[in-house]
């Protein structure tokens, strides 16, 4: 049925002028409805979906556009798919003259098929931004014990040193015995064989006296060696030890930045999720 359009309020003739206008500003393409305060006087279908709002259709009381019209608000609403083939959103607001009085409606129908992949896209962005946000933490934390332990190790590494060190000291005091001991047999030798027969028990004695010094000083330069031995390889360990605690400090740092990174992730897919959720 057709609608004699300059019968019609002029601003409802304005408006289906710029209807077409209106139509192309959306970001999609939408169904446009106008309607006066009995029927629709103007319908610009969507080439997604078609509504059942013909030209000329009478308007039911219990309709969208009339109960926006009866309040003189605005309205968003969610149609059902099983209405259209398709989930919409419409957005319906009333038409009023310059005194404020309602002589139509407007309403834009917006598929929501893109809405709502948007948002499964969103939450599912939000919920894998979440997971990696934690799992990136766990890996700081993990990172920041791994450190410690090693930092742990490094003291370790220096109190063996220092005691590889006193151990070196006390052979040293061990070896200077062995000597006195050694000079003390040579002496106690010499004065046995000035006293001829009655100091022969005493030269046994003082043989077995420096050959004591002297497997004390052969074990005291056995130890020292082994001592040297150990000594290259705690510092050895400690060299390694030091590189370690050093890339460790590095990762943890990189690792911080990162999750840091990454939780800023996270907050702007809970912030794209909110949007999404708003746009229905």
């Known amino acids: ?63 969208p556009m009339s109960i926006v019209m009866r309040t003189n608000k605005r309205e968003v609403i969610s149609v059902p798919e099983e209405a259209y083939g398709v989930a919409l959103r419409v957005i319906l607001v009333p038409v009023t003259d310059d005194n404020g009085k309602v002589v139509g409606c407007i309403a834009v129908s917006t598929s ?18 979440e997971e990696i946000a934690a799992s ?18 490094a003291e370790a590494q220096q109190e063996m040193t220092k005691q590889v060190e006193d151990t070196t000291k006390i052979l040293e005091l061990i070896n200077n015995v062995a000597k006195n001991t050694r000079i003390l047999g040579f002496n106690a030798g010499i004065e046995a064989a000035r006293s001829g027969e009655h100091g022969k028990g005493f030269s046994v004695v003082a043989k077995e006296i420096t050959k004591l010094a002297e497997q004390s000083a052969g074990s005291v330069n056995e ?21 370690t605690v ?23 897919a809970e912030d794209i999720e909110d949007m999404a959720h708003k746009i229905f």
């Open 1 to 63: 049925m057709s609608v004699d359009k300059s019968e019609l309020h002029e601003k409802l003739q304005k408006l289906i002028e710029l209807a077409p206008i209106i139509k192309a500003l959306q970001s999609t393409d939408v169904t446009l409805t106008i309607s006066d305060t009995e029927k629709v006087v103007l319908q610009l279908f969507s080439s997604e979906f078609s509504v059942d709002y013909a030209e000329g259709r009478k308007l039911a009381p219990d309709e």
């Open 246 to 268: 050093e890339v460790s400090s590095q990762q943890i740092t990189s690792i911080n930045e990162i999750s840091t990174s990454i939780q800023n992730i996270a907050d702007v």
């Open 223 to 243: 130890i020292r060696n082994l001592l040297e031995q150990l000594k290259d390889k705690v510092n050895q360990v400690a060299t390694y030890v030091n590189d």
């Open 136 to 153: 990136t933490q766990e890996l700081a934390s993990s990172a920041n014990d791994f450190n410690t332990y090693m930092q742990k190790l």
């Open 112 to 129: 929501r098929d893109n809405q709502s992949k948007l948002l499964q896209v969103a939450e599912q962005f939000a919920a894998s931004s």
